[in-house]
């Protein structure tokens, strides 16, 4: 039987009087109930089913037969030989069944509301009747209206009464409106999903009758279903339902006074739920004055209370309220809801969304407002103002003079958000507009600011390409504003080269942050340590996050005074102005600039010895970069894993990121190169080439483009790192420049101890006092720079004692850090003491496959593959040939491998393959993937 969902009970009852009949009794089964609660369907589902029993069936196709055509029917049907003749007879007006072969089967006749003139009684001889004549066991079901008149009335608990004599079966069940249960079931069945509970009160207006519930599952599918993070079936964002569906909940409006129905029909234009403040302004009426009406729509069924104030009762009678009103009385409405809200200064919900709303409705009036609006809103919230500029630039009512506006404040909102990529994109289309040479020049203004975040020139050069053609309305012949001028690289020049600043008196407010960042990018470059920090320290008490109206951000001040506090080692200090500065991101949604931030965490992690944070830091910087397109932003994270890298032995990793960095000295200047980019080159440098190319690279550096002190004020270690690489390298006369300038430095600035402490160590490489040297050691506030400081003193006391104590000390301390590549250096000068100690720990290893190398047959896995010889790798890691050649032998028996190229292979292949699961780059050793190469 065709399943009938909330009819178990009248099913049953047909399955009884059906296994009578087969027992040569006659049965009348009468359905009753109301107009379309679902008759005709268990009339058709009770046929289907006895066919398919091996009844034969005579189904009345029309309903509501006279009397007298009924009587003829049964006549005809009496008289025929067959019932196949019959069935011929009256084929336009009964369906025949005939299933099995057998002329003497039982018969099932079904009659669909048929008049017997109100009465079951009445039938009861008639059928008796019939099946006498028949001479064949006889069924028949039939359905009529409810009628009190019958002598056996139903009760309402048990829905079904039987009536049984010695010839006939009479049963009669009247149909009840469906249970929750059922509608469920087939609004389940209707959209392909389980229904929500807003479509199922959506449902309940069809209050159980099958008749009315199909036409609102229709209506429902037909403005459109998705389905929720629970799995349930909801209505689309946007979805309308149709006037058949609505229209049944029109009658809960009837009644209501003029007040309320004028609160509920502006109520229902601003939207499902509204506060009362928002209802206040918008009706003009106090929210005591509305207390009233609401609680008279709430009693008619319209609204209820919400957690915002109050929402109407469901999806239907919210769509009934506001389809039933014209769309241009809508766009009035929420024009003057807008603007109300806009006087009264409301910004939950703002003034400048209804007038969008407004203005999709084809409102002129408020699509003419709106670019003032967005103005307004881009001063406070200028994420969700470019997101509404959006929406408003694609509106085909905004004039083509107000559209300037709009651009503007999209594409200052997209960099606020640090989606960069985005807001070159935007500014490329605003520029391909037909627009006046005046709205082009404060477009323009953007792009080198663009250019510096980008970290590249491809989007930049095609938004120039645009301006410069021939044919571009904007003219041709502008020059972008110089990057550097816009960053911090005008300090690496001389003084004579360097641009004239305006005094603040005569330049414009939203400059003034630019001129902050300039002039104390050109102090830190000159050495003025103190005045760099102080005017970098002038909008620490504001936000970070504020509009820059094409002029630099906030934020860029306080990152470069972060990284300007990590290398004066005040990690406390940098640490928590980065809390700040992330938590002010967070609250404002500009996501984008966390590659700066968690570039910086990365920094402040390397700086104070731990590497693994660091690491994670950094490669969750590159990861936020590209995703915003802020390639600018992630020079530093590169930097730090360069360092980082080199610190670990990692040189594959290292090269790769170096690769990236570029020359320093060839990077175009929207590059925005860094203090840690150059010197993570430098440090790659020597680690590959050598002190020689290192020293070389330095001395162009500082001929060219930076100055002493930018390349002093890194790093504490920097100036002892240059004096100690000049050295190795032979070059003196270089080590003794570096040793005057930084004892220059610390005295320009003697409230910054560590500067002392940098000069001492690196004037003591050229042959100072060791005593003095250790006192200032203290001063050191990094694991590396002491690490530094005690190798020194390790090499040169003569006190053989006291020299292993500080070469262990720096092993030790170099490991803490996470350099191992440093420490196999201090353990290379401790076995030249005759020192031997194991640095490994025991570990269960498998026998083969990656997994089994050790750390130190893993370092020289990357050497190896990264293609130095075995003399090369040995120098790299401070060990012996013979004893790089052991461990490579160790690598082929557990890599069960005879090549350098299939070691090659495996270490590549490593790498890709958690560059695949990181999305960018990688550079530890620590938790990779089995290598499928090794059989793993």
Request: charged share 25%; hydrophobic share 40%.
């Amino acid at each position: 039987m065709t399943r009938l969902y909330g009819r178990n009970k009248e099913l049953g009852l047909l399955e009884t009087l059906l296994a009578r009949g087969r027992e040569e009794q006659t049965g009348l089964m009468v359905v009753a109930g109301d107009q379309g609660l679902g008759k005709t369907r268990f009339l058709e589902s009770a046929t289907q089913h006895s066919a398919k029993s091996g009844w034969e069936v005579i189904r009345l196709k029309a309903s509501g037969l006279s009397v007298i055509s009924l009587r003829c029917l049964i006549d005809d049907l009496l008289d025929a030989p067959t019932l196949e003749r019959f069935a011929d007879r009256w084929s336009d007006w009964v369906d025949f069944c005939h299933p099995g072969d057998s002329a003497k089967g039982p018969v099932l006749l079904a009659l669909d509301d048929v008049d017997w003139s109100g009465s079951t009684m009445w039938a009861v001889p008639a059928v008796r009747s019939v099946g006498r004549r028949l001479g064949r066991p006889l069924v028949v079901l039939m359905s009529c209206t409810d009628d009190s008149r019958d002598s056996f009335p139903i009760d309402d608990d048990s829905q079904a009464q039987q009536l049984t004599d010695s010839t006939v079966t009479v049963v009669r069940c009247r149909l009840l409106p469906l249970p929750r249960e059922a509608i469920e079931h087939i609004a389940t069945e209707a959209l392909g999903m389980r229904p929500g509970r807003e479509i199922m009160d959506i449902c309940g207006h069809a209050g159980g009758v099958p008749a009315r519930l199909m036409p609102l599952l229709d209506g429902v599918v037909e403005a459109g279903v998705i389905q929720g993070a629970d799995g349930a079936a909801r209505l689309a964002p946007n979805g309308v339902l149709p006037p058949q569906a609505w229209s049944l909940a029109l009658a809960r409006f009837t009644g209501l006074s003029s007040g309320t129905r004028q609160m509920v029909d502006v109520g229902s234009v601003l939207g499902r739920s509204s506060s009362l403040r928002t209802l206040s302004v918008a009706l003009g009426r106090t929210e005591l004055n509305l207390l009233p009406s609401i609680r008279e729509a709430q009693d008619a069924g319209v609204l209820v209370e919400d957690d915002s104030g109050v929402s109407f009762t469901d999806a239907l009678v919210w769509h009934a309220a506001r389809e039933n009103m014209p769309v241009p009385v809508r766009g009035a409405i929420l024009r003057e809801v807008g603007r109300r809200l806009l006087v009264t200064g409301e910004t939950e919900p703002a003034g400048d969304e209804y007038l969008l709303r407004a203005a999709r409705l084809g409102d002129r009036p408020a699509a003419a407002d709106l670019p003032d609006a967005l103005t307004r809103r881009a001063r406070t919230d200028p994420v969700t103002a470019a997101e509404l500029a959006a929406q408003a630039l694609r509106l085909p009512l905004v004039a083509k003079e107000a559209q300037l506006g709009l651009w503007q404040i999209r594409v200052d909102g997209l960099i606020f958000s640090g989606r960069v990529v985005d807001a070159m994109e935007c500014l490329a289309d605003a520029l391909e507009q037909p627009l006046k040479p005046e709205a082009v020049d404060a477009l323009r203004i953007r792009l080198p600011l663009l250019q510096v975040f980008s970290g590249g020139v491809e989007a930049a050069a095609e938004v120039r390409r645009l301006l410069e053609r021939s044919d571009s309305p904007h003219g041709s012949g502008w020059g972008t504003l110089p990057a550097d001028r816009l960053f911090h690289r005008t300090g690496d020049a001389g003084p004579e080269q360097r641009p004239e600043l305006e005094p603040a008196s005569r330049t414009h407010p939203d400059d003034l942050t630019g001129r902050r960042l300039l002039g104390s990018s050109q102090a830190w470059r000159d050495g003025r340590v103190q005045r760099s920090l102080d005017l970098l320290g002038e909008d620490t008490g504001a936000s970070v996050m504020r509009t820059c109206n094409g002029q630099i951000p906030p934020f860029l001040t306080r990152v470069t005074r972060i990284q300007y506090l990590v290398s004066l080692r005040q990690f406390a200090d940098a640490e928590t102005e980065l809390g700040a500065v992330v938590a002010d991101i967070e609250e404002h949604g500009s996501h984008g600039w966390r590659a700066a931030t968690e570039s910086l965490r990365a920094l402040l992690a390397l700086e104070q010895g731990d590497t693994e944070a660091a690491v994670e830091a950094a490669t969750s910087g590159l990861d936020l970069a590209e995703r915003y397109g802020a390639g600018m932003l992630s020079l530093l994270a590169h930097a730090v894993l360069t360092i980082a890298s080199l610190r670990r032995m990692q040189l594959l990793s290292a090269r790769r990121h170096t690769e990236i960095l570029g020359d320093p000295l060839s990077v175009d200047p929207s590059g925005g190169v860094t203090q840690p980019a150059l010197w993570a080159v430098l440090m790659m440098t020597e680690a590959n080439d050598g002190p020689r190319a290192a020293t070389a690279l330095a001395e162009r550096l500082l001929s060219e483009r930076v100055t002493r002190c930018a390349l002093l004020l890194f790093a504490p270690y920097a100036a002892p790192w240059l004096v100690r690489t000049a050295l190795a390298a032979e070059r003196p006369e270089f080590a003794a420049r570096t040793v005057a300038a930084a004892r220059s430095l610390a005295e320009e600035n003697r409230n910054w101890p560590v500067l002392a402490a940098a000069a001492d160590h690196a004037r003591w490489l050229l042959g100072g006092d060791a005593d003095a040297l250790q006192f200032t050691a203290g001063l050191h506030r990094d694991p590396w720079a002491r690490a530094q400081m005690e190798e020194d003193l390790g090499g040169a006391t003569e006190d053989r004692n006291a020299a292993l104590r500080h070469l262990q000390r720096a092993a030790q301390t170099y490991a803490r850090a996470g350099a191992s590549r440093d420490a196999a250096r201090v353990r290379q000068s401790l076995r030249s003491q005759g020192v031997r100690r194991r640095h490994w720990k025991n570990a269960n290893r498998p026998d083969t496959g990656w997994a089994a190398l050790t750390d130190t047959e893993r370092a020289v896995a990357h050497l190896v593959a990264a293609g130095m010889t075995n003399r090369q790798t040995a120098q790299q890691m401070f060990l012996s040939p013979h004893t790089v050649n052991f461990h490579l032998r160790n690598i082929y028996r557990k890599l069960e491998i005879a090549s350098r190229v299939n070691l090659a292979t495996i270490v590549t292949t490593r790498r890709e393959g958690v560059q695949g699961l990181s999305r960018t780059y990688w550079s530890s050793d620590q938790q990779l993937p089995l290598d499928a190469a090794s059989g793993e």
